[in-house]
């Protein structure tokens, strides 16, 4: 299993913006899939994106599609969310996920992946 590394959190005003890393200790990304997930206290944990190991397919939740952006850089081993017009509802702890992807597209579901980051705070307050 990768070791996964989030960071990027913090606290941002309503219609801010943050953008997220993910980050595999010692491994490369490049043969993974990656997804992002988020759970508010008291919830469950939500898909937010993910992404394909060439960067030839991303999906969305319906609820950040347009203002969320997935990305990555092979040559830099990072996966980056990009979050925009971030509302209160946005506010969670982010986690990134791995599962190596030889064939097919990512799939936008916790079951489907199978490394896990601890995750990083995402708060927006004014």
């Known amino acids: 299993q990768l070791q996964l590394v989030e960071s990027g959190g913090g606290l941002v005003q309503p219609g801010g913006s943050l953008r997220l890393s993910c980050v595999a200790a010692?491994?490369?990304?490049?043969?993974?899939?990656i997804g992002w997930f988020r759970q508010a206290p008291g919830k469950e944990r939500e898909a937010v994106s993910c992404i394909n190991n060439r960067d030839e397919y991303t999906n969305y939740a319906d609820s950040v599609k347009g203002r969320f952006t997935i990305s990555r850089d092979n040559t830099k081993n990072t996966v980056y969310l990009e979050m925009n017009s971030l509302n209160p509802e946005d506010a969670a702890v982010y986690s990134c996920?791995?599962?190596?992807?030889?064939?097919?597209?990512?799939?936008?579901?916790?079951?489907?992946?199978?490394?896990w980051g601890q995750g990083t705070q995402v708060t927006v307050s004014s």
């Open positions: 996920a791995a599962r190596m992807l030889t064939i097919g597209n990512c799939v936008l579901s916790s079951g489907w992946f199978n490394s």
């Open positions: 010692g491994r490369t990304l490049a043969n993974y899939a």
